[in-house]
Nanobody
Framework: QVQLVESGGGLVQAGGSLRLSCAAS????????MGWFRQAPGKEREFVAG????????YYADSVKGRFTIARDNAKNTVSLQMNSLKPEDTAVYYC???????????????????WGQGTQVTVSS
């Protein structure tokens, strides 16, 4: 089992930046593909970004491509999400998630992930 703890959320003005971090413990981190999802009030949880087990390949939702960057450090058991040029529509609770065993890709479906963090609020004011 893996425990995930997110940090780094907050309130920022449109055009600003935030960096989210997710610390993992309790299992071999490199056995998991990692993803960031978000959920805004009244909306379904949606895929934001994902990274393969080695960190070699990353994936992004079209809505964040070119603005967000996901990265992982398997030595430190962390995955981060650098968010630049933030927009009010990026406002949501952001979750990191772990998908055990997926080898060379990431899933865009929340139901495929085995473990979730508690979430961190990101609010972008206009």
């Amino acid at each position: 089992q893996v425990q995930l703890v997110e940090s780094g959320g907050g309130l920022v003005q449109a055009g600003g930046s935030l960096r989210l971090s997710c610390a993992a413990s309790g299992a071999t981190f490199s056995n998991y593909a990692m993803g960031w999802f978000r959920q805004a009030p009244g909306k379904e949880r949606e895929f934001v970004a994902g990274v393969t087990r080695t960190g070699a390949t990353t994936y992004y939702a079209d809505s964040v491509k070119g603005r967000f960057t996901i990265a992982r450090d398997n030595a430190k058991n962390t995955v981060s999400l650098q968010m630049n040029s933030l927009k009010p529509e990026d406002t949501a609770v952001y979750y990191c998630a772990a998908d055990f065993g997926r080898l060379a890709s990431v899933s865009f479906e929340a139901s495929k992930y085995d473990y979730w963090g508690q979430g961190t609020q990101v609010t972008v004011s206009s």
